[in-house]
């Protein structure tokens, strides 16, 4: 609150601050606060403002710099592409290509985008993109087993005149491998069958001897009405058939996450 | 080229370390434990930003 009368003449008033004080007593007053750019000879004060409102000119543009123009990031994508739908077509043709194969490939076409972007232009969400595909990744090696042999439901069921194939492989879905009508001819025949992720159901024989050997990552597993569950579920059976063997079939099954049954032939049709 | 970038550099290489080695996992050259493989990311992108920090600085 200020003590002065309302109608005191300012120049004429008692001194009442140090400041008021020093200036009557002729000595240099120091500003408490910055005091403009014309107390300051070494400072130079902004342009006036132009009725357009625009108070400076524009930047003059740098001129770009060719290494780091260079598209090394675009031109990764693009490999890790050309990569992908080179493997894609190559599992579809001949050659078995798993899905951790190919994000593999992917996630060293990444590091070797970032090593050369090191030196050479701007390599944008190359590391964002290596981290996705190292966690995918970890979740594909965590399944345990390959993701190949593509996604769906798959039922086969091979003629009794055709040889077995040494494996049958399906990524995700359902796979039913019906071994009904094979005549395995007094041989001892070995089967692999994997699936990744999902149900797998695969029917032996009714004339043949069967030895299984069966692995679940996580999941259900049921050979000839013997169940377990849970992580890292394994086991191994011997069926024998009641009457003469027309063969031994070696079974070798493995499910990442899912289910696996395995049963005699009549069974398939009280399912 | 511009100067090095420490960090693309090492992560790259960490990276291309990874895809190999889940390369030769999945050709089952050897078997990969994988709870190895998010410590390992995180220890790499770490020491890979503080070199490039330290080397800035």
């Known amino acids: 609150m200020s003590t002065r009368p309302p109608d005191t003449d300012l120049d004429t008033a008692p001194a009442e601050t140090d400041t008021e004080i020093a200036e009557l007593a002729g000595a240099p007053v120091e500003p408490a606060y910055p005091v403009g750019f014309g107390d300051d000879p070494t400072l130079v004060p902004p342009p006036p403002i132009p009725p357009d409102g625009v108070a400076f000119e524009p930047m003059p543009e740098r001129p770009a710099d060719p290494a780091r123009q260079f598209p090394v990031g675009r031109i990764t994508f693009s490999v890790i592409l050309i990569l992908a739908g080179t493997l894609g077509l190559l599992s579809v043709s001949s050659l078995e290509v798993s899905a951790q194969g190919v994000l593999a490939a992917a996630l060293v076409a990444t590091g070797l985008g970032l090593v050369v972007g090191a030196w050479l232009g701007r390599p944008r969400g190359l590391v964002a993109l290596g981290v996705v595909l190292t966690l995918a990744l970890g979740a594909t090696a965590a399944i345990g087993v390959p993701l190949q042999g593509g996604i769906g439901e798959r039922v086969i069921a091979p003629d009794p005149g055709v040889a077995l194939p040494a494996a049958y492989h399906l990524g995700i879905g359902e796979l039913v491998v019906d071994l009904s009508d094979v005549d395995l001819a007094g041989d001892r025949v070995a089967l692999e069958t994997t699936l990744g992720v999902g149900e797998l159901v695969v029917v032996v024989p009714s004339d043949v001897d069967v030895e299984v050997t069966a692995e679940v990552t996580a999941g259900e597993l049921d050979l000839f009405g013997r169940v377990a569950d849970g992580m890292s579920v394994s086991d191994r059976a011997v069926s024998e058939t009641p009457g003469d063997a027309d063969g031994v079939l070696l079974l070798d099954v493995r499910v990442g996450l899912g289910r696996v049954e395995v049963r005699r032939a009549p069974d398939l049709g009280e399912a | ?57």
């Open chain 2, 1 to 57: 080229m511009h100067p090095l970038n420490v960090f693309r550099l090492l992560a790259g290489l960490l990276f291309v370390g990874l895809g190999l080695v889940f390369l030769a996992d999945a050709a089952s050259w050897f078997e990969l434990e994988v709870r190895y493989v998010w410590p390992a990311l995180l220890l790499g992108l770490g020491a890979a930003g503080l070199l490039s920090s330290v080397r800035r600085a």
